[in-house]
DNA sequence: TAGTGGTCTAGACCACATC
DNA sequence: ATGTGGTCTAGACCACTAA
């Protein structure tokens, strides 16, 4: 096993993979194809690939913190002994799995939650008139329990684990100045052991998005999401909260979010009263 | 203004664009940069933005069918005079896009409805148990009317202009062998200039996806959409139709359809039944 | 001025599909 | 055997950013 390149989980050797640049004609020879114990990605997959894994993987350990800049690709094409090309094309995936964001003339970036997008990365409501609108939020519990078993089955957590539920409302201005009206009813629960400071204080002092101080204050990064759909009448708890009579419409929205691996973090349900908003999404 | 290659639409001389392949270096002097009139794209862009624009317009003309093959990359790249890798990038982008589809081997392919995804490449419906389950189709209604004045707006139609009206039913069977239950009401406009022979005849004889349909007879190819989800009460007809008592919660979904060059043709009001179903969503 | 990502090229070889 | 897209490399120049 020994005699080989430096970089990590290769491929074995001997096997017809992307090819090993040729030793023919290219003037680079360049000694790649490590016999890398199994790993668990599948086996034969482009170098780049095998890249993107890695900084994945770097990403995970938290070698590089969000919001920070990544080494150029000229260093990480020297450090793992590929071409720039290569590593171009791992981190141009990553930039559309909005992983990383690249800023031509200063660096690449890991993403960040907030400061990317308008505001909220996932959020898709919208008012129906085109005022953009800002939220307010108010906080309304934030406890500690044991993960009631739908919860535990979603998030991946044993049995009766300990979880953190957060309840909080948005609000919007029906017009300048005016007061503003319940429209989002969250119900949020989180990994009790990712999420061990998590207190209510903590959640109302926070300013930003609630994703922004996951990631500073918990190394926990959501990166991608599943939400399921239905319209469903507002209980009568549910629409006393959402200042609206019970019975009412309201869009329920179960979310799932996911960090690095496929790994469930936050399950989500919010009730979107959808009478001067709507849920906005784009079919390609 | 003569003397120039054979590109068209390519970006003005003289200008520093993108880089022509420099005299300099390169091996590769390959006179490119006509004096092109002015086009309607933004002068400087990248070659393959030039590129990807002259394949879409290509698209749009019918120069190749919906399912039919493209020219290979080298062909394309003889063609416009550029390298196979700036082709590649270009095709990269469209099929990204779903507007072509890569096959490795094969060639590659222009975009087609119902015979990509599985079947329904818009429709967002999943049935919450696991079961994929097919759909039923069943057609209420098609006429041609004066199109009312808000879908003539979103359609972008002139005031009064025909409109073609579908009203059609999605089912599904709860269980294996079951009756099926009513599960979707769509309500569909569409411009009538562009749907000049479409009959209830035609749509009920229809095996396959509309958007199929629609592709194959009236070419008219649905690229992207853009969707507003709100709860809403049944109504006492709707209700009726979807075999629900009225005032339950439904699922309102409009959507919004385009075609090449941001061309709204289709407008689709769909009612979903969420009480077995629901809207499924990913969020990047 | 130096460093970064962005574009473009040219050529090699591989994996897949078809004849 | 041929042709297609897929991967990889190497090197050049451009556009942007910041010191």
Redesign the pocket.
């Known amino acids: 096993m020994p005699a080989a390149t430096t970089v990590p989980h290769s491929v074995p050797t001997s096997?017809?993979?992307?090819?090993?640049?040729?030793q023919?004609?290219?003037?680079?020879?360049?000694g790649?194809a490590a016999a890398g114990a199994g790993e668990a990605a599948p086996a034969?997959?482009?170098?780049?690939?095998?890249?993107k894994a890695l900084l994945v993987t770097s990403l995970q350990a938290g070698e590089w913190q969000p919001g920070q800049?990544?080494?150029?690709?000229?260093?990480l094409?020297a450090r793992y002994?590929?071409?720039?090309?290569?590593?171009?094309?791992a981190?141009?995936e990553m930039?559309t799995d909005n992983l990383l964001v690249?800023?031509?003339?200063?660096?690449?970036f890991v993403a960040t939650h907030a400061e990317a997008g308008t505001q909220y990365r996932f959020l898709r409501l919208a008012p129906d008139a085109s005022t953009p609108a800002g939220l307010q939020r108010r906080l309304l519990d934030c406890r500690r329990m044991r993960a009631p078993a739908e919860v535990a089955r979603l998030l991946a957590l044993k049995a009766g684990e300990a979880a953190v539920q957060v309840r909080r409302l948005l609000l919007a201005a029906p017009a300048e100045g005016a007061a503003p009206l319940p429209v989002v009813l969250d119900d949020i629960w989180l990994p009790g052991n990712l999420f061990k400071g998590l207190t209510a204080e903590r959640l109302a002092d926070w300013r930003g998005a609630m994703y922004r101080l996951f990631e500073a204050e918990f190394a926990v990064r959501m990166i991608r999401a599943e939400e399921k759909l239905r319209a469903v009448a507002a209980s009568a708890e549910d629409a006393a909260v959402l200042g609206v009579a019970a019975g009412v419409p309201l869009l329920s929205v179960e979310r799932l979010s996911f960090t690095y691996g496929d790994q469930p973090v936050e399950l989500r349900r919010g009730l979107y009263h959808t009478a001067a908003h709507h849920y906005r999404n784009e079919l390609n």
């Open positions: 096997v017809p993979n992307s090819q090993a640049p040729s023919a004609v290219g003037p680079a020879p360049q790649r034969f997959s482009p170098l780049y690939q095998q890249i800049a990544i080494p150029s690709e000229i260093e094409a002994k590929v071409s720039q090309g290569t590593v171009r094309k981190i141009d930039a690249r800023r031509q003339g200063k660096g690449t």
